[in-house]
């Protein structure tokens, strides 16, 4: 199983309200991040948050971690248009057979206009 | 401006057939990697590899060997093609390094008939 898991796993929402989505995980990580994916590309890297932040801002976005909980959520305010895509949490850990990124199954956000 | 370019967009293919996907990174990146990705399943890695002529099994290695002779060149191949490795296959790089961000090329849309 993912040790990332996005919910909710679709959402629809009208240009500038918010949109949130959350994601659990599994075991004791070093960072988790959010990435974005437009329909049919490569992903872009949002935003990265450390295992000993708990919120974290850029720009529209807002992230927050709960280690105890392990659990994450992204906000993305006043949306647009161009907000439509795939979002992602991806979590890392320092591994002795190396570190590595364990991507969740993604959020797909529509914003209509 | 940071760049992963990936060989083909599009690319279509006969069962048994050997499969060659490049990718290339112009960022000096030491860590390479390999995904495939599925509705449903998010990313998966494949193979992944830290340096020139290092590589290791990522959570689904089955089916596929990778190269990496230059440092920024990442080759994953298909022995033989099978029709269950129809996916979108995603090339990354990242710096060594704590955070391990990691910079997406735009996929490859491989389907095996």
């Known amino acids: 199983s993912q040790q990332g898991e996005e919910d909710p796993q679709a959402l629809s929402i009208q240009e500038g309200e918010n949109a949130t989505m959350n994601c659990s995980y599994k075991?004791?990580?070093?960072?988790l991040q959010w990435y974005r994916q437009n329909s049919g590309r490569g992903l872009v890297h949002l935003i990265l948050?450390?295992?000993?932040?708990r919120e974290k801002h850029s720009g529209r976005l807002r992230v927050t971690l709960d280690t105890s909980k392990k659990s994450s959520s992204l906000l993305i305010t006043a949306s647009r248009a161009a907000d439509t895509a795939s979002y992602f949490c991806?979590?890392?850990?320092?591994?002795?057979?190396?570190?590595?990124?364990?991507f969740g199954g993604g959020t797909r956000v529509l914003v209509k206009p | 401006d940071v760049k992963v370019t990936q060989s083909s967009r599009y690319l279509v293919k006969r069962t048994g057939e050997k499969v060659f996907l490049e990718c290339v990174q112009d960022?000096?990146?030491?860590?390479m990697f390999w995904y495939r990705q599925d509705p449903g399943l998010g990313l998966r890695l494949i193979y992944f590899?830290?340096?020139?002529?290092?590589?290791e099994k990522g959570d689904i290695p089955e089916g596929y060997s990778v190269s990496r002779e230059k440092k920024e060149r990442f080759s994953l191949i298909l022995e033989s093609a099978s029709t269950n490795q129809t996916s979108m296959y995603l090339c990354?790089?990242?710096?060594?390094?704590?955070?391990?961000?990691?910079?997406f090329g735009p996929g490859t849309r491989l389907t095996v008939l």
């Open positions: 990354a790089s990242s710096h060594r390094g704590w955070y391990n961000e990691q910079f």
């Open positions: 075991t004791s990580i070093n960072n």
């Open positions: 948050i450390r295992s000993n932040e």
């Open positions: 991806a979590t890392f850990m320092i591994k002795a057979a190396g570190n590595k990124l364990t």
């Open positions: 960022m000096d990146h030491e860590n």
């Open positions: 590899s830290y340096d020139v002529k290092m590589k």
